[in-house]
């Protein structure tokens, strides 16, 4: 429990109240005396019971309003006095992120067939830590992910149009819609296919894949998955129901998200800000974070005097150190909505080594990956003569 005091206008209130009581009981005693002295020659003796009785009740009064006002004052919330420390922290809660860098995700091939805008995983930001890719996808039916290996990383699939199927070698199969989501933790290894799905309209499958390494004790464990359906996630309306927030990973403004989704603690807030709208969201100190634009309106980031601006397509990377709070805005003047998708991590104090779909700690390890792969062990045996049903639609 900490320890509380009074502020100094209590401890006034508290002296001001003794002093007035003090010089009332005073009073009352001298009057008392003066009583007793005359009694006996001035008053009868059924006055002098009389008077004694007022003084007696002159005196309860006055302990019992004493005793009402220093309970009243107790049980207030006690306010410190404001420290230096207290005035630091109320500024730090509202410091925004510096932005260290905002880049372009180039469109380019990807699996079979595939595209995609690749932000992180590439010379302009590689290994982002916890962050190893994020890959924003467009896949058409014909194409898609066939069958693959992973170990050492979780995936984090979001679907924002469409539906993407999903196999793997331990028998695991389903399909994610638009709005939801999938984390698989690839652990020791995993084998598996990602395929789109077969749309009546033609249209291509979109979303967002997000590679997140895993803390070097955990690279060995059992895969797992576990899927977020889009009405599972909460939402909230901020600005006066001009921004709103989709909590799928962490926090914004008193929601919560569900909970354990990934072993590497990550947050993803999907935010949607129409023009003229404004939105602070907090973010856990000294975790590494950026923003994706989806689509729409361009978005200011930043206080006014500091302010940047990126458009569709753009990541925008905020320093790790500085502030602990982003700030997003939609200038009124526009036409359509901006959307966002805003997603921290907490670094990891390791080294990386990955190559293609194998991500390890050290050059040895990435080279027992390959083995145990090839030779269908430590993990991948069950990948022996494994194929997919779904890896099957790819044009040959």
Not at 114 to 137: C, E, K, Q, W, Y
Not at 139 to 158: C, K, L, N, V, W
Not at 337 to 359: E, M, N, S, W
Request: with cysteine.
């Amino acid at each position: 429990m900490k320890n509380l005091t009074f502020s100094s206008t209590g401890i006034t209130v508290i002296t001001i109240l003794f002093g007035i009581f003090s010089v009332l009981l005073v009073v009352v005693n001298q009057q008392q005396q003066a009583q007793t002295t005359t009694s006996s020659s001035i008053i009868s003796s059924l006055q002098h019971q009389q008077i004694q009785d007022l003084i007696k009740t002159t005196r309860s009064s006055l302990s019992a309003f004493l005793l009402l006002i220093y309970s009243y004052l107790v049980s207030k919330p006690l306010t410190p006095e404001p420290t230096e420390e207290m005035a630091t922290q109320a500024v730090a809660k509202s410091i925004p992120r510096r932005i260290l860098k905002i880049f372009h995700a180039i469109e380019q091939s990807e699996g079979a067939g595939a595209r995609v805008r690749r932000s992180i995983g590439t010379p302009a930001l590689r290994n982002f830590s916890p962050f190893l890719m994020l890959d924003h996808f467009s896949i058409r039916p014909g194409a898609g992910f066939p069958d693959h290996p992973h170990r050492g990383q979780e995936t984090i699939t979001y679907l924002l149009s469409g539906g993407v199927d999903h196999e793997d070698f331990a028998g695991n199969k389903g399909t994610i819609h638009a709005g939801d989501l999938q984390f698989m933790t690839a652990g020791k290894g995993i084998m598996h296919a990602e395929m789109p799905a077969l749309n009546p309209d033609g249209s291509p499958n979109v979303g967002l894949q997000l590679w997140v390494d895993l803390p070097a004790k955990l690279k060995n464990c059992e895969p797992r998955y576990r899927d977020l359906r889009a009405d599972e996630i909460p939402t909230v309306k901020v600005d006066d129901g001009r921004v709103t927030v989709k909590v799928i990973s962490g926090q914004s403004h008193g929601v919560d998200s569900v909970k354990d989704l990934a072993y590497t603690p990550v947050w993803i807030l999907d935010v949607t800000i129409a023009p003229g709208g404004k939105i602070t969201q907090p973010l856990p100190e000294k975790w590494n974070a950026f923003a994706y634009l989806l689509e729409g309106a361009d978005i200011i980031f930043g206080q006014e005097g500091q302010q940047k601006t990126a458009s569709q397509y753009h990541n925008v990377v905020f320093h790790q150190e500085e502030g602990n709070v982003v700030v997003m805005s939609v200038d009124a003047g526009e036409s359509k909505p901006g959307r966002v998708v805003l997603i921290a991590g907490t670094p990891l104090d390791q080294k990386v080594v990955q190559y293609g779909p194998f991500v390890l700690n050290s050059q040895d390890e990435v080279y027992q990956a390959f083995e145990d792969f090839q030779g269908f062990k430590n993990g991948f045996e069950r990948a022996r003569g494994w194929e997919s049903e779904i890896g099957k639609r790819m044009v040959r």
